[in-house]
């Protein structure tokens, strides 16, 4: 009888026992968590099966940072989105979009959040980062020291910042285009990092260049122009006649020019996008002042003739050439329509040229404006307007605003560190009190510069309205 109880004694003990084991592992599955040391029903560094689609909701009780020395870790753990207290779902969003925003600056090269542990429904989460080295010093090889300045500035990269690979694919973007607007066309650009010994995670970068040689104007084609070159080859048509030929547009695109041509011997060779995009422009520009009102590149294209030169193709389509049929003058009280006319000095069937109207309306010293600008109108305005086209003919309509007179206030000088302030201002034609006048105040700019006390690409004399108070 007693072998008996015995007998079933241990029988019984050995079911709580596999209870009990059978438990804990119910309570790990629930989590997808394998079997872990438990302390007074403590499952510490239990692992996460993310693939699976059971998870469990957690209350964080703690969170831990580490690797990241230079940082906070208030600031990281504020930044991660997660919080003490703040329920979140193992596996779940909360933590996949927490890794997500610490990839998404980055300045780590890893990034784990793990569970250090868990007990009944609360964990504890550790965040553990890598930061990304730092820039200890930086070399160039293959660059001029000129050019090293240059770079530089334009990369925004300085010493002790971090290195990330949107930092350096942007260096390389910068030094690519540094390179392309000088020509050199099929420059690569080559960024290695090399542990630095002046520090732990510290490295130092080198730029390596290989310009190779500038990439030229092989041939210039331009499809689509009426005339050819018709005249003897002591004439530039373009300036000579009112139509435009091959040699007028290759004259007219000054920086983009074959090579082969005796014309361009002294002209610049070298092909950048920049140079190019200016002077379609002014390709187009030359067309309207010849009156082709309509001128347009249908299409170009620039292909690779060999390593060091290009094929340029222009397809453009002249239109017909417009003429002038009716000018009218709206909106003017202070002069008259016929002496404004005088001024513009453009009349009834003269071709119409949209570059000289610009330049005698805003530009020339005796233009439009002029006329009201050095009586005070600092305000006037001129818009043409093409009120009318039929055929070959263009009405157009000058819309003016004269606004009121405009007197000097004041006469402000930056920039003087040569001369006396007394000195300048006796060169000057522009006083307090006086009425405003174009003229004078280009006069005086003009004769400031003849002192040679002054670099005149780097005088901007320019009036600034002050509207009375009155």
């Given at each position: 009888?007693?072998?008996?109880?015995?007998?079933?004694?241990?029988?019984?003990?050995?079911?709580?026992?596999?209870?009990q084991?059978?438990?804990?592992?119910?309570?790990?599955?629930?989590?997808n968590?394998?079997?872990?040391?438990?302390?007074?029903?403590?499952?510490?560094?239990?692992?996460?099966?993310?693939?699976?689609?059971?998870?469990?909701?957690?209350t964080?009780?703690?969170?831990?940072?580490?690797?990241?020395?230079n940082?906070?870790?208030?600031?990281?753990?504020?930044?991660?989105?997660?919080?003490?207290?703040?329920?979140?779902?193992?596996?779940?969003?909360?933590i996949?979009?927490?890794?997500?925003?610490?990839?998404?600056?980055g300045?780590?090269?890893?990034?784990?959040?793990t569970?250090?542990?868990?007990?009944?429904?609360?964990?504890?989460?550790k965040?553990?980062l890598?930061?990304?080295?730092?820039?200890?010093?930086?070399?160039?090889?293959?660059?001029?020291k000129?050019?090293?300045?240059?770079?530089?500035?334009?990369?925004?990269?300085?010493?002790?910042?971090?290195?990330?690979?949107?930092i350096?694919?942007?260096?390389?973007?910068?030094?690519?285009?540094?390179?392309?607007?000088?020509?050199?066309?099929?420059?690569?650009?080559?960024?290695?990092?090399t542990?630095?010994?002046?520090?732990?995670?510290m490295?130092?970068?080198?730029?390596?260049?290989?310009?190779h040689?500038?990439?030229?104007?092989?041939?210039l084609?331009?499809?689509?122009?009426?005339?050819?070159?018709?005249?003897?080859i002591?004439?530039?048509?373009?300036?000579?006649?009112?139509?435009?030929?091959?040699?007028?547009?290759?004259?007219?695109?000054?920086?983009?020019?074959?090579?082969?041509?005796?014309y361009?011997?002294?002209?610049?060779?070298k092909?950048?996008d920049?140079?190019?995009?200016a002077d379609?422009?002014?390709l187009?520009?030359?067309?309207?002042?010849?009156?082709?009102?309509?001128?347009?590149?249908?299409s170009?294209?620039?292909?690779?003739y060999?390593?060091?030169?290009?094929?340029?193709?222009?397809?453009?389509?002249e239109?017909?050439?417009?003429?002038?049929?009716?000018?009218?003058?709206?909106?003017?009280s202070?002069?008259?329509?016929?002496?404004?006319?005088?001024?513009?000095?453009?009349?009834?069937?003269?071709?119409?040229?949209?570059?000289k109207?610009?330049?005698?309306?805003?530009e020339?010293?005796?233009?439009?404006?002029?006329?009201?600008?050095?009586n005070?109108?600092?305000?006037?305005?001129?818009?043409?307007i093409?009120?009318?086209?039929?055929?070959?003919?263009?009405?157009?309509e000058?819309?003016?605003?004269e606004?009121?007179?405009?007197?000097?206030?004041?006469?402000?000088?930056?920039?003087?560190?040569?001369?006396?302030?007394?000195?300048?201002?006796?060169?000057?034609r522009?006083?307090?009190?006086?009425?405003?006048?174009?003229?004078?105040?280009?006069?005086?700019?003009?004769?400031?510069?003849?002192?040679?006390?002054?670099?005149?690409?780097?005088?901007?004399?320019?009036?600034?309205?002050r509207?009375?108070?009155?």
């Open positions: 009888m007693k072998k008996i109880c015995l007998l079933i004694a241990l029988i019984t003990s050995t079911g709580l026992t596999l209870a084991s059978a438990d804990s592992i119910a309570v790990i599955d629930s989590v968590v394998p079997a872990a040391p438990v302390v007074n029903d403590t499952i510490f560094n239990p692992s996460v099966n993310h693939n699976s689609n059971v998870a469990r909701k957690y964080i009780q703690g969170i831990e940072v580490t690797g990241a020395d940082y906070e870790d208030y600031v990281l753990i504020g930044f991660s989105g997660l919080s003490v207290g703040q329920k979140v779902s193992v596996p779940g969003d909360e996949s979009n927490a890794i997500k925003r610490f990839w998404k600056q300045l780590f090269s890893d990034v784990r959040i569970l250090e542990k868990v007990r009944g429904d609360d964990c504890w989460i965040i553990a890598t930061q990304r080295p730092r820039i200890a010093n930086i070399e160039y090889d293959g660059v001029k000129s050019e090293r300045e240059d770079l530089d500035i334009q990369m925004g990269v300085a010493k002790g910042s971090q290195v990330t690979p949107n350096i694919d942007r260096a390389k973007k910068v030094i690519k285009r540094y390179y392309d607007e000088k020509g050199y066309k099929n420059a690569e650009v080559d960024i290695y990092q542990d630095s010994k002046t520090g732990e995670n490295v130092d970068l080198t730029v390596y260049v290989d310009k040689e500038k990439v030229k104007v092989h041939a084609k331009i499809d689509g122009l009426a005339h050819w070159d018709s005249v003897g002591r004439y530039w048509p373009v300036f000579k006649k009112d139509y435009m030929t091959y040699r007028g547009a290759n004259r007219t695109m000054k920086k983009t020019n074959a090579r082969h041509k005796w361009n011997m002294f002209r610049a060779k092909f950048t920049e140079l190019y995009k379609k422009k002014a187009i520009e030359k067309f309207h002042e010849l009156g082709y009102r309509d001128a347009r590149i249908v170009d294209s620039v292909q690779k060999d390593e060091k030169h290009v094929d340029v193709t222009l397809h453009l389509e239109g017909q050439r417009y003429y002038i049929r009716n000018i009218d003058v709206v909106g003017n202070i002069h008259s329509s016929d002496k404004i006319k005088d001024y513009l000095m453009m009349k009834r069937g003269d071709i119409y040229n949209q570059v109207m610009r330049k005698r309306i805003n020339d010293e005796d233009g439009v404006s002029s006329l009201y600008m050095d005070g109108y600092l305000f006037f305005q001129m818009e043409p093409e009120v009318n086209i039929e055929g070959d003919s263009v009405d157009l000058l819309r003016v605003t606004g009121p007179q405009a007197h000097i206030n004041q006469v402000v000088i930056n920039g003087n560190d040569r001369l006396y302030e007394h000195v300048v201002r006796r060169e000057l522009v006083r307090p009190g006086e009425l405003f006048s174009k003229s004078d105040l280009i006069r005086s700019a003009r004769e400031l510069a003849q002192t040679g006390h002054f670099d005149p690409e780097k005088m901007n004399p320019r009036p600034v309205p509207l009375s108070s009155r």
